[in-house]
């Protein structure tokens, strides 16, 4: 990867911890602007640890984390609040809020973020234009419950999008869902990455999708980077550590 | 030797608990004075505290006011002090029955109502989403809920006492010579304006306490479906207690200011 592009995303040496349980042991990367970085790793590697890390709802014991050029450690609210609108999260269950109806799950993060888009008189072209985004416009009137588990990811992807993100965190966006599905969500998240030209760290076990959206993979291992390149550099990866990923 | 054990880590844990549930109080006041302030959800709240709880409210109050006149009657009577009935029914259940069965009841309905919906919104990470997205979720959730049972507990109780009186009513005038009116009249000339300002306080108390254990209990649940479970259940019990603490300290409180 050339280094000459802009990084959005910095980590440096990240340590976590829960008790005695080392979750991260230090662990280094990068993200480049309209980059889409695919993280693999084992279940409990702490790779969903890694991503709340940047956006605040997990503190770290040590090491440093910069969005935007902006070190995370010493923030203020008000720039948390700026920074927030700028970083997407796209929760693995999709967390939509099941008191509120699909309009009011996508008003809802409109309302704390004046400073970026003034006061809004009518939010209705923008939740219906971001349920467009995910193709889902006919279900601005329902409820969560009321959607299917693939609909409700597609709904909440149209919730993050709604903030126009510069960088989105998906955390396995297409696991749990139907092979159409999934291919549908990957397909949505390429569009997103070209209309908006957001960089993105996607979260995934789904080889398929690793394949079509990466423009480089890292692989955590025992809480550290362990390696990192392209798709193809890892698919054909001697190391039988690697190789173990991506059984064919 | 193990059961000594076992019963030293519940009273040490009883008493993290309380360490951990007056951090979380304090953090209350203090986003309670920090703009802006969710007007909206507030509200709703309101209306779902009093809608939740309004029917179970009426009811008990009702049949308390029935069975403690029913009850009361023969002891009266044996002593030849039947006069004192209105005197007896409006004392107590303004003073005290009133206020705690009503804080009860709604312990078992908006406490655990409470954590389990907060506790199911923790599991299923819609807090953490809340807090992505640049809302504080103890100002959004947290705060508008006990502040809204606050404010509703002293009108359920008062709600609840005046169905109380009624059902004390109903029971006197099949009874006996006591016209509605006359019996009313009789409790009202009898209560003073300070056996209502301890009642009221204690309300708020009684309220604030149920929103903030059930705001606590589902704000720290513990992942998975078990957690939720818990997180409803630990709160009524945890709620119930605090409450009957609560009141016994109020008795007290009153008690020596009074009589001074
Ligand atoms: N809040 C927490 N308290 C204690 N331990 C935690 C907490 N969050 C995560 N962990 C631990 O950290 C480890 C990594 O968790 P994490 O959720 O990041 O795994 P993951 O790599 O995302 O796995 P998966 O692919 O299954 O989602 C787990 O072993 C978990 O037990
Ligand atoms: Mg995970």
Redesign the interface.
């Known amino acids: 990867m050339d280094n000459s592009r802009e990084t959005v995303v910095e980590i440096k040496n990240l340590y976590k911890s829960f008790g005695d349980h080392h979750v991260l042991n230090g662990v280094n990367l990068n993200l480049y602007k309209s980059e889409n970085l695919v993280v693999m790793g084992k279940s409990g590697t702490g790779k969903s640890v890694l991503i709340k890390c940047l956006v605040g709802l997990i503190t770290p014991d040590k090491g440093d984390v910069s969005i935007l050029g902006k070190k995370l450690n010493h923030l203020t609210t008000k720039d948390w609040d700026a920074l927030r609108s700028e970083v997407g999260f796209l929760f693995q269950g999709g967390a939509l809020y099941d008191s509120m109806s699909v309009r009011e799950n996508l008003e809802f993060p409109l309302r704390h973020h004046r400073e970026k888009f003034g006061v809004i008189k009518d939010t209705t072209p923008r939740v219906m234009a971001a349920l467009e985004s995910v193709g889902l416009a006919n279900t601005i009137d329902l409820m969560p419950k009321e959607l299917s588990g693939g609909m409700q990811k597609r709904v909440a992807l149209a919730r993050t999008l709604i903030l126009e993100p510069k960088i989105i965190l998906y955390d396995e966006p297409t696991t749990g869902l139907d092979p159409i599905t999934s291919r549908e969500i990957v397909e949505l998240i390429g569009k997103v990455q070209h209309t908006y030209g957001t960089s993105s760290i996607i979260i995934t076990h789904d080889i398929d999708c690793a394949k079509v959206i990466s423009d480089r993979v890292v692989l955590l291992l025992d809480g550290i980077n362990y390696t990192e390149g392209s798709f193809n550099d890892l698919y054909n990866a001697k190391d039988p550590r690697i190789a173990a990923f991506f059984k064919k | 030797m193990a059961y000594h054990f076992q019963t030293k880590t519940k009273l040490s844990s009883i008493f993290i608990e309380f360490g951990d549930l007056s951090y979380f109080a304090t953090r209350f006041f203090k986003e309670l004075f920090s703009f802006p302030f969710e007007k909206k959800e507030f509200l709703k709240q309101c209306y779902q505290v009093g809608n939740r709880s309004l029917q179970l409210v009426a009811i008990t109050g009702f049949i308390i006011g029935l069975v403690l006149t029913l009850q009361a009657r023969p002891v009266l009577e044996e002593f030849g002090a039947v006069s004192m009935m209105p005197n007896m029914v409006g004392i107590s259940i303004i003073r005290e029955l009133g206020p705690v069965i009503t804080a009860l009841v709604c312990a078992g309905r908006i406490a655990s109502g409470i954590g389990a ?1 907060i506790g ?2 923790r599991v ?3 807090i ?8 504080n979720p103890f100002k959004y959730l947290v705060v508008t809920r006990v502040l809204s049972t606050t404010l509703m507990m002293p009108m359920l109780v008062a709600f609840g006492d005046a169905l109380a009186l009624i059902g004390s009513a109903i029971i006197e005038n099949f009874n006996g010579d006591a016209s509605f009116m006359l019996y009313f009249n009789e409790i009202f000339s009898i209560l003073e304006f300070s056996d209502f300002i301890p009642a009221i306080i204690k309300s708020l108390f009684f309220g604030f306490a149920i929103g903030l254990v059930g705001c606590y209990k589902g704000f720290y649940c513990e992942k998975g479906t078990v957690g939720v479970g818990l997180a409803a259940n630990s709160a009524v019990v945890f709620a119930s207690l605090l409450l009957f603490f609560i009141d016994f300290v109020a008795v007290f409180m009153f008690n020596i200011f009074y009589t001074n």
């Open positions: 919906e199911a919104m299923t990470e819609q953490d989403a809340m807090e992505v997205s640049g809302t």
